[in-house]
């Protein structure tokens, strides 16, 4: 019998919706990356993770005790919660489709999965400490702003690496700042590296000792203005449940088959004097 869906067939389609959707999650997902990590162990959904203060040390005489120095850490908790997708995906529109259905549907799943991950840590960049804001309503992304949330974070003794996320249209002012002649002395021609390197390949890479990474999941707000941060890694959290998976569920009297992509976690601020909140335009 011609055209049959075997159990050989359905087990191919699997594999290439979950080779596809984990490849497209890992490797679409901007934020994941930059944050730290706290998988969840055995029972319950929530973590805390110890936050630890800053405690100073000084001289003392010889042979004289040292008095003691009491360590009380605040925690922060995040609690990790279900996200999901899903799709009914028939035996005729398997059998029939001119493309790799299998493929398709993974990439569509991990795009979706990565977004709303990214989508959540993005959100976090208004939530860092307030005394360390930076930017404002209709205020352009320039490379002052960026020196200037560096010399907060190393004032406040955080160490490196530092990200700088923002939204591609509030880079784009950097860039168009960076590519303009004469930027590096208002009396040179020339340009500097980072701007030949926006010229060539469209991102900034490195300024400041800031990695700069676009993300278009962060929020425009009703004045054409988006909250981007820089921050260190130990300055956002998210806690991981259950990874990111695919599973499928045979529908006979469908003659369809149910496919499911979900992940259980959770996000927050666990150092908010760890990074500094940039509010800037995104206004063309």
């Known amino acids: 019998m011609a055209n049959e869906s075997t159990s050989s067939t359905l087990s191919e389609l699997f594999t290439n919706i979950?080779?596809?959707?984990?490849?497209?999650?890992?490797?679409?997902?901007?934020?994941?990356?930059?944050?730290?990590?706290?998988?969840?162990?055995?029972?319950g959904k929530t973590?805390?993770?110890?936050?630890?203060?800053?405690i100073s040390a000084s001289?003392?005489?010889?042979?004289?005790?040292?008095?003691?120095?009491?360590?009380?850490?605040?925690?922060?908790?995040?609690t990790a919660s279900e996200v999901g997708v899903m799709t009914t995906l028939t035996d005729l529109g398997a059998n029939s489709a001119s493309?790799?259905?299998?493929?398709?549907?993974?990439?569509?799943?991990?795009?979706?999965?990565?977004?709303?991950?990214?989508?959540?840590?993005?959100?976090?960049?208004?939530?860092?400490?307030?005394?360390?804001?930076?930017?404002?309503?209709?205020t352009e992304l320039t490379a002052d702003l960026l020196f200037k949330a560096q010399a907060i974070l190393r004032t406040a003794n955080v160490p490196a690496p530092y990200y700088g996320v923002f939204h591609p249209k509030a880079l784009f002012n950097l860039k168009k700042t960076?590519?303009?002649?004469?930027y590096v002395a208002s009396t040179a021609t020339a340009i500097s590296d980072i701007g030949n390197e926006a010229l060539r390949n469209g991102y900034i890479g490195r300024i400041a000792g800031i990695d700069v990474f676009e993300n278009a999941n962060i929020t425009i707000d009703a004045y054409d203005d988006s909250y981007g941060g820089v921050f260190h890694p130990a300055s956002l959290g998210l806690a991981m449940k259950e990874e990111?998976?695919?599973?499928?569920?045979?529908?006979?009297?469908?003659?369809?088959?149910?496919?499911?992509?979900?992940?259980?976690?959770?996000?927050?601020?666990?150092?908010?004097?760890?990074?500094?909140?940039?509010?800037?335009d995104t206004a063309l």
Do not use: C, H, W
């Open 178 to 182: 960076l590519t303009q002649a004469g």
């Open 244 to 280: 990111f998976k695919v599973e499928s569920q045979r529908d006979a009297s469908l003659r369809a088959t149910e496919l499911v992509a979900s992940i259980v976690y959770g996000v927050g601020v666990i150092k908010d004097t760890y990074g500094v909140t940039v509010r800037t």
């Open 99 to 138: 493309r790799n259905v299998g493929a398709d549907i993974g990439k569509l799943f991990g795009e979706a999965i990565a977004k709303k991950v990214d989508t959540d840590l993005v959100n976090l960049l208004d939530d860092f400490a307030s005394a360390n804001d930076q930017g404002g309503a209709g």
């Open 18 to 43: 979950t080779q596809e959707a984990i490849f497209t999650f890992q490797e679409t997902s901007v934020m994941r990356p930059l944050v730290t990590l706290y998988p969840i162990i055995g029972s």
């Open 59 to 78: 001289a003392v005489n010889e042979a004289t005790d040292l008095s003691n120095t009491a360590v009380n850490p605040t925690s922060a908790t995040i």
């Open 47 to 54: 973590v805390e993770v110890p936050v630890y203060p800053t």
